[in-house]
């Protein structure tokens, strides 16, 4: 699975913006898919994740209510709405694609995107 990430850009705080994760391949219904993120300094961590049918998503308590993770099997695509965008929310964006079952692991994603920067101002 290779997997392309867009839609990142500059925003000012309390704006949206809509990342997408294109993915190749023709098992991509078969990945639950996810979202990390990676500050400036930082580690990469976890920021929503998705069941391989959709029926099932997990977020970090930091963008609960505020992000919202979706898919859609027939485009091989993954979309991470997100609104009410703050400063801290500034960081690569990356997709990654795991056939594990705990999702908010890094280590469970066996492919990643190639990430999408995200930078809110204040």
């Known amino acids: 699975v290779q997997l392309q990430a867009s839609g990142g850009g500059l925003v000012q705080a309390g704006g949206s913006l809509r990342l997408s994760c294109a993915a190749s391949?023709?098992?991509?219904?078969?990945?639950?898919m996810g979202w990390f993120r990676q500050a400036p300094g930082k580690e990469r961590e976890f920021v929503a994740a998705?069941?391989?049918?959709?029926?099932?998503?997990s977020y970090a308590d930091s963008v609960k209510g505020r992000f919202t993770i979706s898919r859609d099997n027939a485009k091989n695509t993954v979309y991470l709405q997100m609104n009410s965008l703050k400063p801290e929310d500034t960081a690569v964006y990356y997709c990654?694609?795991?056939?594990?079952?705990?999702?908010?692991?890094?280590?469970?994603?066996?492919?990643w995107g190639q990430g999408t920067l995200v930078t809110v101002s204040s």
């Open positions: 998705i069941s391989w049918s959709g029926d099932s998503t």
């Open positions: 990654g694609a795991s056939y594990g079952t705990s999702w908010l692991l890094l280590q469970e994603y066996d492919y």
């Open positions: 391949g023709r098992t991509f219904s078969s990945y639950a």
